[in-house]
């Protein structure tokens, strides 16, 4: 026992602690990297540092910033998320043209950035950010007007509550030759001309879009969909939001579709039937948070049958396997209300 005693945390193997270290959060680790040499030393390893979440720490500035990038940030970088200053009384400048360029010189391998309330205003396009960036996301952020003119190796865009993206943006990321993933939620200043311009064939158009979510309230943007001619090599379509049904309308015009998740939204049997009819190559149909509406059951209505909480809609399941008998559907939290009028 004395033994025992007198072992302290020099004795582990370096594994372990760093094992034991991975479940602190980032402010946690430069904390723990005061204690010795050697705590500094463990606290560096980049297996530490590859998916680094600033988003919960309410002090961070540009000072914050730098420090992290000299004294911690480096090749192990996967994963970046930050939140900026547009919300702080603080506010003054966040994301400088000389700690991006450093970013992205010092963490070759970062693949994913999200950016949540930050002012990008200050920065004259995307082309300042690390080259290696796969994926970007943007939520509750503002950008100036030419800021998606070049962005060659982004192949995901999230764009969440961005309220100066407008139409403009939207037609300036047909020069993103690898985008491929476009997600839009709640763009205030998207409208019907702007992404039915967007719809390939053309030469400033997203023709290699194959994954597209619209989540919003506006009815204008579900409906435009609708108005156009179809959308060529889109194979995964998210709809969300209240207004879901009329963009319904037009599934039937995207041939290449195989996956479809509707979300939040409010649903008829009939709706869902009419818009999958004519989707052949669809493999993958998803209902997220959706209420079933359907009229009150008569009592003659006896081989209808039961719904439960594990299968809101047992007839729109049986009817979707005899209409689509190689689409397999999935429901998540979905309800059921029946209307009595």
């Given at each position: 026992?004395?033994?025992?005693?007198?072992?302290?945390?020099?004795?582990?193997?370096?594994?372990?602690?760093?094992?034991?270290?991975?479940?602190?959060?980032?402010?946690?680790?430069?904390?723990?990297?005061?204690?010795?040499?050697?705590?500094?030393?463990?606290?560096?390893?980049?297996?530490?540092?590859?998916?680094?979440?600033?988003?919960?720490?309410?002090?961070?500035?540009?000072?914050?910033?730098?420090?992290?990038?000299?004294?911690?940030?480096?090749?192990?970088?996967?994963?970046?998320?930050?939140?900026?200053?547009?919300?702080?009384?603080?506010a003054?400048?966040?994301?400088?043209?000389?700690?991006?360029?450093?970013?992205?010189?010092?963490?070759?391998?970062?693949?994913?950035?999200?950016?949540?309330?930050?002012?990008?205003?200050?920065?004259?396009?995307?082309?300042?950010?690390?080259?290696?960036?796969?994926?970007?996301?943007?939520?509750?952020?503002?950008?100036?007007?030419?800021?998606?003119?070049?962005?060659?190796?982004?192949e995901?865009?999230?764009l969440?509550?961005?309220?100066?993206?407008?139409?403009?943006?939207?037609?300036?990321?047909?020069?993103?030759?690898?985008?491929t993933?476009?997600?839009?939620?709640?763009?205030?200043?998207?409208?019907?001309?702007?992404?039915?311009?967007?719809v390939?064939?053309?030469?400033?158009?997203?023709?290699?879009?194959?994954?597209?979510?619209?989540?919003?309230?506006?009815?204008?943007?579900?409906?435009?969909?609708?108005?156009?001619?179809?959308?060529?090599?889109?194979?995964?379509?998210?709809?969300?939001?209240?207004?879901?049904?009329?963009?319904?309308?037009?599934?039937?015009?995207?041939?290449?579709?195989?996956?479809?998740?509707?979300?939040?939204?409010?649903?008829?049997?009939?709706?869902?039937?009419?818009?999958?009819?004519?989707?052949?190559?669809?493999?993958?149909?998803?209902?997220?948070?959706?209420?079933?509406?359907?009229?009150?059951?008569?009592?003659?209505?006896t081989?209808?049958?039961?719904?439960?909480?594990?299968?809101?809609?047992?007839?729109?399941?049986?009817?979707?396997?005899?209409?689509?008998?190689?689409?397999?559907?999935?429901?998540?939290?979905c309800?059921?209300?029946?209307?009595?009028?």
């Amino acid at each position: 026992m004395d033994a025992v005693r007198c072992y302290t945390l020099d004795y582990f193997p370096e594994n372990i602690l760093i094992d034991i270290l991975s479940y602190l959060n980032v402010r946690e680790l430069v904390r723990n990297s005061r204690v010795c040499r050697r705590w500094k030393q463990l606290v560096k390893d980049q297996r530490l540092w590859r998916a680094v979440d600033l988003s919960t720490w309410k002090r961070v500035t540009s000072r914050v910033l730098w420090v992290l990038l000299r004294q911690y940030l480096g090749h192990g970088l996967r994963l970046l998320r930050l939140r900026g200053l547009l919300l702080s009384a603080r506010a003054g400048v966040f994301l400088s043209e000389s700690w991006l360029r450093s970013l992205g010189s010092k963490c070759p391998r970062l693949r994913r950035l999200c950016l949540i309330h930050t002012d990008l205003r200050g920065l004259p396009s995307c082309r300042l950010l690390p080259l290696s960036l796969q994926v970007l996301e943007l939520h509750f952020c503002e950008v100036p007007a030419g800021f998606f003119s070049e962005g060659d190796g982004i192949e995901t865009l999230v764009l969440d509550s961005v309220p100066s993206f407008s139409d403009q943006h939207l037609r300036s990321l047909s020069a993103w030759r690898g985008l491929t993933r476009l997600e839009l939620r709640d763009l205030i200043r998207v409208t019907v001309a702007g992404l039915k311009s967007c719809v390939p064939p053309g030469s400033h158009t997203l023709a290699r879009l194959t994954h597209l979510e619209l989540e919003t309230c506006s009815r204008t943007q579900m409906v435009a969909l609708g108005l156009g001619e179809g959308w060529p090599g889109l194979e995964r379509l998210s709809l969300g939001g209240k207004e879901v049904g009329p963009g319904l309308l037009s599934l039937g015009r995207l041939q290449d579709l195989r996956s479809l998740r509707l979300r939040t939204c409010r649903l008829t049997q009939m709706m869902v039937l009419r818009s999958c009819r004519c989707l052949t190559r669809l493999r993958l149909l998803e209902f997220i948070e959706v209420e079933f509406v359907e009229d009150e059951v008569r009592s003659d209505e006896t081989d209808r049958p039961p719904a439960s909480d594990d299968d809101p809609a047992p007839s729109l399941r049986r009817a979707l396997r005899s209409m689509l008998p190689a689409c397999v559907t999935h429901f998540t939290r979905c309800t059921r209300t029946v209307n009595k009028d």
